[in-house]
């Protein structure tokens, strides 16, 4: 019997595939676009370069990363614009989380202008002397005033001592035109009055 002879199959058409692969580059992102620029903290207070301290001279303080709700767990900054929305500032982007950026400032605040030895979680002491701990429930801006609004529920435990104290520090700054840079200003002025605020509470 004799066996059908093989038939060659077309040839596919690479070229106007390709040439429709590359028509849709254009269209189709692979992420997001990196924003202009990125906002940070600067505190008013900052440390002095090569100024050394001695925890056997000087008090100590142990401040903790504040807990923050699930609008302030991002890099954005958030709009509160009526009790139940939230939206973000166009292309306004922190460098690092607002948490992060704000336990910073709050330790170089503190260390300057009370000359305590500010400790992080990881150099935890058998005495770290006092302990700084809360919650920042607002960093981002209220739509109805046009305010930079920065709250923080601070928590703080005084040496060895079994109870604990409780204040809400708030600073509110105008922004004016809401544009990254506006808004980044803002909120830097109202963070660095709160951690003042609460540099003058803890004492020396």
Do not use: H
């Amino acid at each position: 019997m004799k066996r059908p002879t093989n038939t060659l199959l077309p040839a596919l058409p690479v070229i106007p595939l390709l040439v429709v692969a590359l028509s849709l580059g254009g269209c189709i992102s692979f992420g997001a676009e990196p924003p202009p620029s990125l906002l940070t903290l600067t505190p008013d207070s900052p440390l002095a370069a090569g100024q050394t301290r001695n925890s056997a001279t000087a008090p100590t303080i142990l401040i903790q990363q504040p807990s923050v709700p699930a609008s302030l767990a991002t890099a954005r900054v958030p709009v509160q614009t009526s009790p139940t929305t939230i939206a973000y500032v166009k292309e306004a982007v922190w460098s690092e989380p607002p948490a992060r950026l704000f336990t910073g400032l709050l330790a170089d605040t503190i260390g300057s202008q009370t000359g305590r030895v500010v400790l992080s979680p990881d150099q935890l002491v058998l005495d770290p002397g006092a302990r700084l701990g809360g919650e920042l429930r607002s960093f981002g801006l209220d739509a109805a005033t046009g305010d930079a609004v920065v709250t923080y529920d601070a928590t703080l435990i005084r040496g060895a001592s079994p109870s604990f104290e409780k204040r809400r520090f708030e600073a509110r700054e105008p922004v004016g035109t809401v544009t990254p840079q506006s808004t980044g200003q803002a909120l830097n002025r109202a963070a660095n009055r709160v951690a003042a605020d609460v540099a003058g509470w803890i004492g020396k």
